[in-house]
């Protein structure tokens, strides 16, 4: 049942790899909660539901992962219901958890500055030529990464053919298997073309690969592996914070933001199905503000 339940999601709901396997995740860590209370799916009631959240909550989960099984759970009865497999509802009004805000981490243009330009292989002369290679991938990658505020599947799903360095544009694949065009400003373009036309091509495997950034084998670099470069990259640059790809995209917001962009473009730019999540961006603005004013007004 539970394969149906994903199938649905993700023929009639268009949901993304990730999301079904958190759907997953969820439902089959409910389901064996359920065994282990001497009940199933068909038979367990509110209480249960309750029981389940309470047990979540003792283990330690955070509001937003104790609102996310929610959410699981409601798809799930709902989708029994519309099946005619339960005539009733136990997770209909089931209450979540307040949700904690917790604001985007982002760095300033300095930082940014520093952890971008310690990636141009013009100023690393030590490194070995697959160092230097390497160097020319990462600061594509990176700018492109800050130049548009990809999230990090959508920068290792990027296919060439969605990439038109003429127009300065990307058409990029989000959440809901939704497309929006991204423009790439001139930094991120200048070290793609160094990257595209120098060290792609040097292998037959990226030289066949349908993707802008491939791994070894000409697939896809995974999202772990780009994890891994741009916090080496954090490291390396001398910052105190692990740097990773969501920060670049906070970043890219905040400074956008900061720079005068109105919320209606934000929300297009990073493809957000909701303003009120794009929202959240102006509380980081407005923290800078006081920042600024605090550092530089003399009667602050």
Known sequence: ?????????????????????????????????????????????????????LHLQQRGLRDNSLARHQVSLRGWFRFLCLDRLRKDNPAEGLEAPRRQRVLPKSLSAEEMQTVLSGLDPRENTRGTAHDQDLDLRDQALLELAYASGMR?????????ENLDLEMGLARVRGKGDKERLTPIGRSALAALRRYLEGVRGRSSASRTSPYVFPGASGGRLSRQAIWKRIRAQGEKAGLRRKLSPHMFRHSFATHLLEGGA???????????????????????????????????????
């Open 1 to 53: 049942m539970a394969t149906a339940f994903l199938g649905y999601l993700k023929i009639e709901k268009g949901l993304s790899a990730n999301t079904l396997a958190a759907y997953e995740r969820d439902l089959r860590e409910f389901l064996y909660w359920l065994e282990q209370a001497g009940t199933d799916w068909e038979s367990c009631q509110r209480r249960h539901l309750q029981q389940f959240l």
């Open 152 to 160: 990090v599947s959508e920068l290792s799903g990027l296919r060439l």
């Open 262 to 300: 109105d919320l209606r473009s934000l929300q297009t730019l990073l493809g957000h199905a909701d303003i009120s999540t794009t929202q959240m961006y102006t509380h980081v603005a407005t923290r800078r503000l006081q920042q600024v004013y605090r550092r530089h007004h003399p009667r602050a």
